[in-house]
């Protein structure tokens, strides 16, 4: 399922978060698993975000 | 090791409440990860993760003049996703549904 986002096609729109896996060998393994064509990342914010406050997906 | 998967990046502004935190992470975000795309997330409600949508439309603005291409986290509500969409944005993110992209 090809998919255009800002003139980039994609093999795969799916979007995976790259928070809280046990460790990089099972984040590896999502990716992979899954095909997904996108990575997130969360940048942190200031003020709430430094209190460990959950933020949106 | 992620670079090695072949995805590209989407960083977000999660945790950012303002304007002002949300585009300073946005540039901070394209200079780490050498990328002008960026889920825009402004949280207006703590505890059920609502975006603020009125600094949502401003922060989209702000970022699109700034180069950047906008994936912003949003409402289902479809004049704010109008207005998103005037303030240059091409792909809509409502909350608890796929993306969206203009024209479908």
Redesign the interface.
């Known amino acids: 399922m090809m ?4 003139g ?1 096609r ?1 093999p795969n ?1 799916l ?1 995976l978060g ?1 928070a809280q896996y046990p460790s ?1 060998a099972i ?2 393994q999502a ?2 698993a899954s095909g ?14 430094a209190r460990g ?5 | 090791m992620i670079r090695e998967l072949g995805v590209m990046a989407l960083p977000n502004t999660a945790g950012c409440h303002t304007v002002k935190e949300a585009v300073t992470t946005a540039h901070m975000a394209r200079e780490v990860f050498d990328t002008s795309w960026i889920k825009l997330e402004l949280i207006g409600h703590t505890d059920s993760l609502q975006p603020d949508v009125f600094q949502l439309v401003e922060a989209a603005r702000i970022l699109s003049g700034d180069g950047f291409q906008v994936f912003p986290y949003t409402t289902e509500d479809l004049v704010v996703g109008e207005r998103l969409l005037d303030a240059g944005c091409e792909v809509l993110m409502p909350w608890g549904r796929r993306s969206v992209r203009a024209g479908g």
Do not use: N, V
């Open positions: 998919r255009s986002f800002y980039t994609l729109p979007m790259t990089p984040l590896e990716f992979r997904a064509g996108l990575r997130r990342y969360r940048c942190a914010g200031k003020g709430r975000m406050r959950r933020s949106g997906r």
